[in-house]
Every structure is written in structure tokens, then in C-alpha cells.
């Protein structure tokens, strides 16, 4: 894969869920490019690692995307640091499942405050940042492929992330007047830690595998560079648009894991 170097010189990144999978796929690809990076996640250490090993081009800002205190104070630090912020990523988040009819409340707070909440509150800190820095950016909300096809057991995922899906439609109407470009990416099965429980089992994986087209999980890195190519000048004319990062899952169907062990 030829990686232009010097795409995102001069460029400053928040990057959330930066700790691991998807977020650290792109934290490290916009390092590659020649960006500076802020990263948050709850991870502290992680974070504190990864400006270990990429001294000055990697910021730790460690903070919980569904606490509004925390995402200003990291935001603002991240804009500090580097004298303002360009672009943002927003990729925090994970799931608890559960039949309808037996979830949980707190399962259901828990998801949507990350997948849902959580992007608001970063976007809203973000875009007041790039907006003082006067030179316009970009914004991209990872949502997934359940904002359109419907995960059993998965109601408060899928739900949230079908709201990111939409409130990144109406960020990029509210936000174009500032030159701001806001986009979704939709990713289907990836190999993080988020679906490591499902890639173990044999039965489950086999499922999801016979739906994609492709055949197999995406791997982080595949990921990110549809991400960075939606906050890059590439896609100077892209805002209000959802990409879908599947391998053909969308066009295929989702498995019916209710079968399982029946």
C-alpha cells in the first residue's frame, strides 16, 4: 500500500478510542502522514505508551467520551498543546447485549451514552476548536453497518449507531458555514478486541464469515484509510455522506445468531 507521507503534514488530530483497535489504527496511520495526534480514550496507560513511543507527535488527553467535563478539559488540551486542531476522529465505543425483553436499563445507558452521547459531546468540543482555528476541517464519526442492518441482541448498538449516522448528517448541515466537512464511516466485522468473543467462536465467526462477500474480518488498518481519506483534501467535496467499510456485508444479510445453540 503506497501512504503519501506528507498528506496530513502541518495537521493536528483528536483521535477518541485511540487505546486500541480502530482508534489506534488511525492514530498511528495519521502519525505515519505527518500529523500530531491527540488521543483519548479511558486507557490511560495505553495512551501514555503510545506518546512514549511517538515523542511529540503523540498527545495522551486520557478521558470518558460520556462525561462533558472530561471531553472539554481533553479537547482543550489537545488544542493547547498543539495550537489548535484540524481534524477529529471519533471512534470511542463498545457494547452490552441482550434480548429486548430481558436487557438491562443500565446495558441500555451504558451503550448509547458511549456510541451516541459520546460523539455528540466530542464533535460539539471539536468543532469549537477547529472553528477558532479559522482554517475550516474535517470531522469523522465511525458509526457501523448496524446503524442499517439490525443486529439481534444488539438493540441499543445498533440503535446508537444509526444516530450517529444521522447526527453526522446534521453536524455537516450546521457546521459547512465554519468549513467543516463532517462524515460517517460504517465498518462491518473488524478484528479488535470489540469482537474478539465473536472471531473465538467457531459458530458465530463461521456466520458472519458466510454473509461477506470478501470472507473475512477487516483488519484495523483497513479501516483507517477510509477514515483519513474522508478528513484529507481527497474528499474537499464529501460532508453529509456515509461510507460503508464492509467487504459486501450490506448487500448480503445479516446472520440470524438467535439460532445458535437451538
Given amino acids: 500500500m503506497h501512504i503519501n507521507t506528507s498528506r496530513f503534514a502541518g495537521k493536528t488530530a483528536v483521535v477518541t478510542g485511540a487505546a486500541s483497535g480502530i482508534g489506534a489504527a488511525i492514530a498511528l496511520r495519521l502519525i505515519s502522514e505527518g500529523a500530531r495526534v491527540a488521543g483519548i480514550d479511558v486507557a490511560e496507560d495505553a495512551l501514555k505508551e503510545m506518546a512514549t513511543q511517538h515523542d511529540g507527535a503523540f498527545f495522551a488527553a486520557p478521558a470518558d467520551v460520556t462525561k462533558e467535563s472530561e471531553v472539554a478539559a481533553a479537547v482543550a488540551a489537545a488544542a493547547a498543546e498543539f495550537g489548535g486542531i484540524d481534524i477529529a476522529f471519533n471512534v470511542a465505543g463498545a457494547s452490552r447485549v441482550g434480548p429486548i425483553v430481558d436487557l438491562d436499563e443500565a446495558d441500555w ?112 488498518e483497513e479501516i483507517a484509510g477510509p477514515c483519513l481519506y474522508l478528513a484529507s483534501d481527497d474528499a474537499s467535496y464529501v460532508t453529509g455522506t456515509s461510507l460503508v467499510v464492509d467487504g459486501g456485508w450490506e448487500v448480503s444479510n445479516y446472520p440470524d445468531l438467535t439460532t445458535l445453540g437451538s
Fill in 109 to 220: 445507558d451504558f451503550t448509547i451514552d458511549l456510541v451516541q452521547k459520546g460523539v455528540f459531546l466530542c464533535t460539539k468540543h471539536e468543532a469549537r476548536h477547529i472553528k477558532e482555528h479559522g482554517r475550516g476541517g474535517a470531522i469523522v464519526n465511525v458509526a457501523s453497518l448496524n446503524a442499517h442492518i439490525p443486529m439481534p441482541y444488539g438493540s441499543p448498538y445498533s440503535t446508537g449507531k444509526a444516530g450517529v449516522e444521522m447526527f453526522s448528517k446534521v453536524a455537516a448541515v450546521e457546521l459547512s458555514s465554519s468549513g467543516i466537512r463532517v462524515n460517517s464511516v460504517l465498518p462491518g466485522l473488524v478484528d479488535t478486541p470489540l469482537v474478539a468473543p465473536v472471531m473465538a467462536y467457531e459458530p458465530a465467526r463461521d456466520m458472519f464469515l458466510s454473509r461477506i462477500p470478501i470472507a473475512r474480518a477487516a483488519t484495523p
